[in-house]
């Protein structure tokens, strides 16, 4: 784990700052895709933390009556499985191949998703028992969710590991990773604005006790500061 520069952790960084209370740390993950985002957020949430996925909230948002049926009318029906729900694969097979076609499903999908995001957030600030809160979303920075965060954490993992990763994972190519990381912001500028770097390039308990570095840093109440389960 590394700081990217010299900052008093009880100061937000001048480049984003969450309007909620700062009882609670509230941190946007960052990285490449199977940069192991999930893995961290993971790991935090055995150490107390609420982990807020936007993925998830993308599934949910596709589920919702009024977003799917504005995604049928589009796309068409063939992008419905056996009941009747969307098949992301499919959808996702269009969005990425067009850069017009993600921006209107992101118009579609994004209001609904930050939202819900608030809502959790809220929720969580108000549950004694989270000591913090992790927002794991891959375009964080892209469509300013970042705002909502008091701390930024990059993951870092060699280009041919993510591949090799999502291909385990998800089945992936390295074309697929391409595809999708061309619709975003460059790494090395999502690593730029990071206040924090965590390699996860190595073993688990590695990572974990970086992340045990950060809570102790962000001054997180050790009692929130366990060994996994």
Known sequence: MSEKQPRDPSTPPPHHRASWPAAKPIVGMLGGIGSGKSQVAATFARRGACVIGADDLAHQALRQPEVRERVVRRWGTHLLDEKGEIERRRLAAIVFADAAERRALEALVHPWIQARMKREIEKALAEASVKLIVIDAAIMLEVGWSDLCDRLVFVEAPEELRV??????????????????????????????????????????????????????????????????
């Open 164 to 229: 090799k990763r999502v291909a385990e994972q998800r089945g992936w190519t390295a074309k697929d990773v391409e595809a999708r990381e061309g619709a975003q912001l460059p790494l090395t500028e999502k690593r730029g604005v990071a206040d924090h770097v965590l390699d996860n390039s190595t073993s688990l308990a590695h990572l974990e006790r970086q992340v045990d570095d950060l809570l102790r840093l962000w001054g997180v109440a050790p009692e929130a500061v366990r060994s996994p389960a």
